[in-house]
């Protein structure tokens, strides 16, 4: 029993650490961009636009290879006028140290995730589809069609990334895990979006099944909106889910800054859960990170996380500590070593592991 413990533990980080794309908000707030500077969708994530790609192929790497005299190299994810295609690539070696257990280890091509994307009406119709391959199976984890009213309003219907909080791509971050709103957890709804100026927002109305099966007739409503400045931002979201199982409700707070070299995010989210037998429960989860950039191409990442399960009792409080180099040697190549350190209560071993990855990255 012990052994399979270790090796669910294992293999569930290695897997969550293995999605999400290069939605890193920190690069957005680096150069003072809104998501959909750089992504097709307005609240970031999944594919890259024309833009997107050329600064990924540019402004992001150390070193652009063939930029100046070769075609081969200038992708920007058009195949045809109408049609759009993009995809991201990991492998990573992870080590996970449990307390008392033996450490576990392992080197593995775990996902890789191709976007599709169809324009019959230029700048008005958008089909797009987001799949993930891994060992045997696969993850539909969008699939929407998009309507531009104009430059500023959009609807989009089907299977969606709900709107809520910072959308960094690490899955296993308090925030994006104890929310329930991450890359893993796509829904099927509706949203309607605004985009002028300095603000951003988005409301999505979807069944609160994290993209299975309708039980009931219970909603989810996520709001989130944003305002950018180009060395800074503050944004808030709401999301209400209705469900037989149990009422939940998520407020957040996030902002983002760049002092310098040094690029700032933060967040803090309270949640509520009302489908307990003891009744109503709080938790309370936070996000402190700095991105160092050291020269072009290379940025080294630390942060600070916080989370309180239930605000009724005392010392359960968890905690953990990140830091990360990231290394974009040349275009669409990301190189990531880091080291993540758990605390957590000394009864239970798994909340007080140590995990140590080295990944290469490849998206385009």
């Not at 593995?108 to 119709?125: F, G, N």
């Not at 950018?228 to 902002?255: C, H, K, M, T």
């Amino acid at each position: 029993m012990m052994l399979r413990t270790r090796l669910a533990v294992t293999a569930m980080t290695f897997v969550v650490w293995c999605s999400g794309a290069l939605a890193d908000p920190y690069l957005a707030v680096q150069e003072g961009y809104n998501c959909s500077a750089c992504h097709v969708s307005a609240s970031g994530g999944g594919m890259r636009n024309v833009f997107g790609s050329v600064y990924s192929r540019m402004l992001l790497p150390a070193k652009s290879l063939g930029a100046t005299d070769t075609e081969s190299f200038k992708w920007n994810g058009e195949l045809l006028k109408y049609f759009k295609a993009g995809a991201n690539v990991r492998a990573s070696e992870l080590r996970t140290s449990i307390p008392g257990r033996d450490d576990e280890s392992g080197w593995d091509l775990e996902r890789a995730s191709v976007y599709l994307a169809i324009e019959p009406i230029k700048d008005k119709l958008l089909i797009y589809a987001d799949q993930e391959f891994g060992q045997g199976d696969h993850f539909n984890r969008e699939a929407w069609v998009r309507w531009n009213f104009n430059q500023s309003f959009y609807a989009r219907a089907g299977r969606i990334f709900l709107p809520f909080g910072l959308r960094i791509e690490d899955d296993t971050a308090f925030i994006r895990r104890v929310s329930g709103i991450n890359f893993t957890t796509p829904d099927k709804g509706v949203e309607v979006g605004y985009e002028k100026g300095p603000w951003s927002a988005q409301l999505a109305v979807s069944n609160g099944t994290a993209g299975g099966p309708e039980l009931d007739d219970g909603k989810q409503i996520s709001l989130s909106s944003v305002y950018v400045q180009p060395r800074w931002r503050l944004g808030g979201s709401i999301n209400f889910n209705n469900s037989d199982a149990g009422d939940r409700e998520l407020y957040a707070v996030f902002a983002g800054t760049r002092t310098g070299p040094v690029t700032w995010l933060a967040e803090i989210d309270f949640i509520v859960d009302m489908g307990f037998p003891e009744g109503r429960r709080s938790h309370i989860a936070t996000l402190l990170e700095g991105n160092w950039k050291i020269r072009k191409g290379l940025n080294a990442k630390l942060s600070y996380e916080y989370f309180d399960p239930d605000d009724t009792l005392e010392e359960d409080q968890q905690n953990r500590i990140s830091a990360v180099l990231e290394f974009f040697p040349i275009q669409f190549t990301q190189l990531r070593l880091g080291a993540r350190y758990y605390n957590g209560i000394p009864q239970n071993p798994v909340q007080n592991r140590t995990e140590m990855f080295l990944q290469l990255h490849l998206f385009f």
